[in-house]
């Protein structure tokens, strides 16, 4: 099982549609990161969030970490096609050096 | 600005044959990690270096050697390639834990494609 669990696994929506991706934990993590992944290359870093409750926005991406630092979410607003891609939420635990990574949202957004 | 490169990006082998993946990242980040990515699995951790000399495993560390004797390379060694480690392996770099929670950013390499025949 993974540690970080992440729903839905496959996404297909129309450009302009509004969706939210989930990343759940058992554990309490010291801050999780959202990454965006592209055919072919490695993942690149969209956002960290470090404090329970925490809401960061990046331009029409909307990222919250719960406020018992177990959970994450990724909304975005008016999904365009450029927003394709696999989003991977990671996190790292207070008093353990590595970083676990969850199975990823397979987003795709049609024209 | 190079930041962090993996060679070779493509590499086709035998099952049996060692091979060795090379990893290299020029911002002098104390942390590097080894990642396989497979369907279905997203990311796992294979091994970790917190600094030069110190490595640790992650989630499936068999069947594979990691060293670190310079703090800007990390290559990882499949001694005895087998079928099952056919995947996409992913190199990462990350700054010193002692920089706060931000610390816990990754920046990755483009990863090496490794197929055992």
């Known amino acids: 099982t993974q540690l970080l669990e992440q729903s839905p696994q496959f996404l297909s929506i129309q450009e302009g549609e509004n969706l939210t991706v989930y990343c759940n934990s058992s554990s309490v993590f010291s801050s999780l990161q959202w990454y965006r992944q592209e055919p072919g290359e490695g993942p690149v870093l969209l956002v960290t969030v470090v404090t329970g409750g925490e809401v960061k926005k990046l331009k029409r991406l909307t990222f919250q970490f719960g406020d018992a630092r177990k959970d994450s979410s990724l909304h975005i607003t008016a999904a365009q096609p450029g927003d394709t891609g696999l989003y991977l939420c990671?996190?790292?635990?207070?008093?353990?050096?590595?970083?676990?990574f969850g199975a990823g949202t397979r987003l795709t957004v049609k024209p | 600005d190079a930041g962090i490169t993996q060679s070779p990006r493509y590499k086709i082998t035998e099952t049996g044959r060692q091979v060795t993946l090379m990893c290299h990242q020029t911002?002098?980040?104390?942390?590097m990690f080894w990642y396989r990515q497979d369907l279905g699995h997203g990311l796992r951790l294979i091994y970790y270096?917190?600094?030069?000399?110190?490595?640790d495993k992650g989630e499936v560390p068999d069947g594979y050697v990691v060293s670190r004797s310079k703090t800007e390379n990390f290559p990882l060694t499949l001694e005895s390639a087998t079928r099952s480690q056919t995947s996409v392996y992913f190199c990462?770099?990350?700054?010193?834990?002692?920089?706060?929670?931000?610390?816990?950013?990754?920046?990755f390499g483009p990863g090496t494609r490794l197929t055992v025949t």
């Open positions: 270096s917190a600094a030069a000399d110190i490595t």
């Open positions: 911002w002098s980040h104390s942390y």
């Open positions: 990671a996190g790292g635990r207070t008093n353990n050096n590595d970083m676990r």
């Open positions: 990462a770099s990350s700054r010193d834990r002692n920089r706060g929670p931000r610390a816990y950013e990754q920046y």
